[in-house]
């Protein structure tokens, strides 16, 4: 994938991913990046935008739930403004408070996109995401925890890496899921204030199977 397709995907994604969650933002983000590379002759088929039943969100195109924290705020409509339908969208987008809201604790967050491969010639794997993802996390502040390693949700093959900023005296960690789905990249991103909330709101993530990951998380870097 060119550099230049790369950097519109980031910046479409994940770049609201990870600003939506800063407390500075101060309004919800909305996406309005436009890609430059022209969708191959066959386009993937343009998935449904889930819904949400009893405090789980469902995706039916893509076979996934997610489970949505009590009282949790949802954002999805706000940032899914700008989206290309076929192309990119934001499936769901929750905070444990609003945005424009201020607070003393990191404000969680999962925000869950898809993306379409047909943008984006030369993308194969899950893991070429992880080069210019990390690139914007870095340039955003964060550090990385753990470089892209594997992991199983259910009966899909994920890769996921970790991220951590420092905000005065909180510490704001991020964890990113990819799998590429139906011609589509898939992104889960989780933000917490520590390394256990993220993993319990990453528990609510199931495919079919289940939701746990079968391999062991890295050790952090010191």
């Known amino acids: 994938m060119g550099r230049m397709g790369f950097r519109l995907f980031t910046s479409r994604v994940s770049c609201a991913v990870v600003l939506a969650c800063m407390p500075s933002l101060g309004q919800s983000v909305h996406i309005n990046a436009q890609a430059s590379a022209k969708p191959r002759a066959h386009e993937a088929?343009?998935?449904?935008?889930?819904?949400?039943?009893?405090?789980?969100?469902?995706?039916?195109?893509?076979?996934?739930?997610?489970?949505?924290?009590?009282?949790?705020?949802e954002r999805t409509a706000q940032m899914q403004e700008g989206s290309e339908?076929?192309?990119?969208?934001?499936?769901?987008?929750?905070?444990?408070r609003p945005p424009e809201a201020k607070g003393d604790?990191?404000?969680?967050?999962?925000?869950?996109?898809?993306?379409?491969?047909?943008?984006?010639?030369?993308?194969?794997?899950?893991?070429?995401?992880?080069?210019?993802?990390?690139?914007?996390?870095?340039s955003k502040g964060f550090?990385?925890?753990?470089?892209?390693?594997?992991?199983?949700?259910?009966?899909?093959?994920?890769?996921r890496s970790d991220f951590s900023k420092e905000m005065g005296a909180l510490t704001m960690y991020q964890a990113s899921l990819v799998a590429l789905e139906k011609g589509y990249v898939l992104s889960f991103t989780?933000?917490?204030?520590?390394?256990?909330?993220?993993?319990?709101?990453?528990?609510?993530l199931s495919f079919s199977g289940g939701a746990k990951a079968t391999k062991p998380k890295p050790a952090s870097k010191p």
């Open 45 to 73: 088929s343009t998935p449904d935008a889930g819904s949400v039943t009893e405090g789980v969100y469902h995706n039916a195109f893509f076979g996934f739930s997610c489970k949505i924290p009590f009282s949790w705020v």
């Open 85 to 96: 339908p076929g192309k990119s969208l934001v499936l769901l987008s929750i905070f444990e």
């Open 105 to 138: 604790t990191v404000n969680s967050a999962v925000v869950l996109a898809a993306e379409s491969v047909a943008s984006y010639p030369g993308l194969k794997s899950a893991e070429d995401y992880f080069g210019p993802l990390t690139e914007l996390t870095t």
């Open 143 to 159: 550090k990385v925890v753990n470089e892209p390693y594997e992991v199983s949700v259910g009966s899909r093959q994920l890769v």
């Open 190 to 204: 989780f933000l917490g204030g520590d390394e256990d909330e993220v993993d319990q709101l990453i528990e609510g």
